[in-house]
């Protein structure tokens, strides 16, 4: 069975930093694209961060320069590395793995606030 753990969220003062961690079972992440999304209470869940197999990275226009994705083949691991964190960064935010065309695992998310 294909499990993501995400881990790292919390609150967090604008300008801060956060880390998250994504471990994945049951599947070599190495193999596949892997994401980070995020989704903030009414609003559609939208893509963050991207990594391919061979550590091409895209961020989102909102994301690029402040937050920066990284993956761990030996570990099974995809980071979000967040810097200068805002109030609009508030999201539950996913970990993602494409295992096939249009489609692929979402791990359970973890809460990041940012606020003062």
């Known amino acids: 069975q294909v499990q993501l753990v995400e881990s790292g969220g919390g609150l967090v003062q604008p300008g801060g930093s956060l880390r998250l961690s994504c471990v994945a079972s049951?599947?070599?992440?190495?193999?596949?694209?892997m994401g980070w999304y995020r989704q903030a209470p009414g609003k559609q869940r939208e893509l963050v961060a991207a990594?391919?197999?061979?550590?091409?990275?895209n961020y989102a226009d909102s994301a690029k320069g402040r937050f920066t994705i990284a993956r761990d083949n030996t570990k099974n691991t995809v980071y979000l590395q967040m810097n200068a964190l805002k109030p609009e960064d508030t999201a539950v935010y996913y970990c993602?793995?494409?295992?096939?065309?249009?489609?692929?695992?979402w791990g359970q998310g973890t809460q990041v606030t940012v606020s003062s």
């Open positions: 049951g599947v070599a992440s190495s193999m596949y694209p």
């Open positions: 993602r793995v494409l295992v096939g065309a249009a489609n692929g695992y």
């Open positions: 990594i391919t197999t061979s550590n091409i990275t």
